[in-house]
């Protein structure tokens, strides 16, 4: 189970950090992501990470590159996306994403609103 928290409204320029907790997972979870998705879009990847936690192999969509920052928490199984001067383009629910076992994992969503 994936479970995400912290999305919320925020004016543009402003800062939010989600968070993401993993648990119950029998194979080990190999890489963990961010997407997000705009009704009527895609869902479109925004941040991921293969190592916890010293974020190696992070990667960032070009449209968050130097203002998102994935990290990870091995031992609370838990990823976050720093999220900095936010615009309202960002607007969108953000899920978080594991891979385990050559599965992928979905949460239920954080909806991310950025007022003008």
């Known amino acids: 189970e994936l479970v995400e928290s912290g999305g919320g409204l925020v004016e543009a320029g402003g800062s939010l950090r989600l968070s993401c907790a993993a648990s119950?997972?029998?194979?080990?979870?190999?890489?963990m992501r961010w997407f997000r998705q705009i009704p009527g879009r895609e869902r479109e990847l925004v941040a991921g990470?293969?190592?916890?936690?010293?974020?190696?192999?992070?990667e960032y969509a070009d449209s968050v590159k130097g203002r998102f920052t994935i990290s990870g928490d091995s031992a609370k199984r838990a990823v976050y996306l720093q999220m900095n001067s936010l615009k309202i383009d960002d607007t969108a629910v953000y899920y978080c994403?594991?891979?385990?076992?050559?599965?992928?994992?979905w949460g239920q969503g954080t909806q991310v609103t950025v007022s003008s």
């Open positions: 990470i293969r190592s916890i936690p010293d974020g190696t192999g992070a």
């Open positions: 994403n594991a891979i385990a076992g050559g599965t992928d994992y």
């Open positions: 119950g997972f029998i194979f080990g979870i190999s890489a």
